[in-house]
T-cell receptor, first 114, second 116 residues
Framework: DGGITQSPKYLFRKEGQNVTLSCEQN?????MYWYRQDPGQGLRLIYY???????QKGDIAEGYSVSREKKESFPLTVTSAQKNPTAFYLC?????????????FGPGTRLTVL | RKEVEQDPGPFNVPEGATVAFNCTYS??????FFWYRQDCRKEPKLLMS???SGNEDGRFTAQLNRASQYISLLIRDSKLSDSATYLC?????????????????FGRGTSLIVHP
């Protein structure tokens, strides 16, 4: 089945640790996105990538890093510099050919800092 | 001012009621508009795109008003299963050093509770 997978589903981190969230898609989409969602809040853009080996900061990129070495993969690293990382992290992708194209989301990763 | 704004609700309605949500956007250059449904602790799923002429899908009707910069979602004959959070998304132009793109930007969502 085509889709977006994220792993792990739940992740616990100790303060001061870096953690990496996985996002893989087999939809052949060019563009991929990372969002963060806090309780009762909408989705805030962390990073996005239009094409392999290129990515741009979103509204809340501080304390996060990404890479886009393959079209299928867009991992997000939450670094120790992120002061309040406990949140629901959503990865999304879409084709880049038309700005009308729909975004599709992965099932998300819940990160909790202990 | 936030790019995309929604009334968070909750909207608490009985089964069979008609309920409407609005979503305003601030950037007049925005293109493409969508409504997503998000169930508790799940990812958002596309409910419908919003076209300039308005569009309908069963009990759901979406409208776009470019002059006033808002989109709306109307749900008729509400079902218990419609209880969820409804997020609007707007493709907002983002500019960066080497170019630009339209990036889906979300409102905080409107909570709908349909009761028997």
């Amino acid at each position: 089945d085509g889709g977006i997978t994220q792993s792990p589903k739940y992740l616990f981190r100790k303060e001061g640790q870096n953690v990496t969230l996985s996002c893989e898609q087999n939809l052949n989409h060019d563009a991929m996105y990372w969002y963060r969602q806090d309780p009762g809040q909408g989705l805030r853009l962390i990073y996005y990538s239009q094409i392999v080996n290129d990515f741009q900061k979103g509204d809340i990129a501080e304390g996060y890093s990404v890479s886009r070495e393959k079209k299928e993969s867009f991992p997000l690293t939450v670094t120790s510099a992120q002061k309040n990382p406990t949140a629901f992290y959503l990865c999304a992708s879409r084709t880049q050919g038309a700005w009308t194209d729909t975004q599709y989301f992965g099932p998300g990763t819940r990160l909790t800092v202990l | 001012r936030k790019e995309v704004e929604q009334d968070p609700g909750p909207f608490n309605v009985p089964e069979g009621a008609t309920v409407a949500f609005n979503c305003t956007y601030s950037n007049s250059a925005s293109q493409s508009f969508f409504w997503y449904r998000q169930d508790c602790r799940k990812e958002p799923k596309l409910l419908m795109s919003v076209y300039s002429s308005g569009n309908e899908d069963g009990r759901f009707t979406a409208q776009l008003n470019r002059a006033s910069q808002y989109i709306s979602l109307l749900i008729r004959d509400s079902k218990l299963s419609d209880s969820a959070t409804y997020l609007c998304a707007v493709n907002v132009p983002y500019l960066y050093a080497s170019g630009g793109s339209y990036i889906p930007t979300f409102g905080r969502g409107t909570s709908l509770i349909v009761h028997p």
